[in-house]
């Protein structure tokens, strides 16, 4: 099992920059798939990224390409997520999770990653404002 904390979030202007991390404690950092998802006012909770058990890969939603980077540390069990160029509309709860197995490259392919309910664990959030 693994206990997620994130941290790192708060108030910024658009066009302005936060850098979150999800603190990990369990099991081997290494053998976790980590995500980022965000829950806005009234939606549903939403991918952000995800980042696979090497660190080789990444994908992100398309509403963030380009200016969020995925990265984890798998020596201090630390997963960061850096913004960059916040708009209004990133602002959110942003949730770390955990998966505790690889996903397969047909499940890479379907997307499997962006779903919600494939990932075990996850952290309380953190709240991420963005002011136009």
């Known amino acids: 099992q693994v206990q997620l904390v994130e941290s790192g979030g708060g108030l910024v202007q658009a066009g302005g920059s936060l850098r979150l991390s999800c603190a990990a404690s369990?099991?081997?950092?290494?053998?976790?798939?980590m995500g980022w998802f965000r829950q806005a006012p009234g939606k549903e909770r939403e991918f952000v990224a995800r980042?696979?058990?090497?660190?080789?890969?990444?994908d992100y939603a398309d509403s963030v390409k380009g200016r969020f980077t995925i990265s984890k540390d798998n020596a201090k069990n630390v997963v960061y997520l850096q913004m960059n160029i916040l708009k209004s509309e990133d602002t959110a709860v942003y949730y770390c999770?955990?998966?505790?197995?690889?996903?397969?490259?047909?499940?890479?392919?379907?997307?499997?990653?962006?779903?919600?309910?494939?990932?075990?664990?996850w952290g309380q959030g953190t709240q991420v404002t963005v002011s136009s």
């Open positions: 999770a955990a998966r505790d197995s690889g996903f397969t490259y047909s499940d890479s392919l379907r997307g499997d990653y962006a779903r919600a309910d494939k990932y075990n664990y």
């Open positions: 980042i696979n058990l090497s660190g080789e890969r990444t």
């Open positions: 369990g099991r081997a950092f290494s053998n976790y798939v």
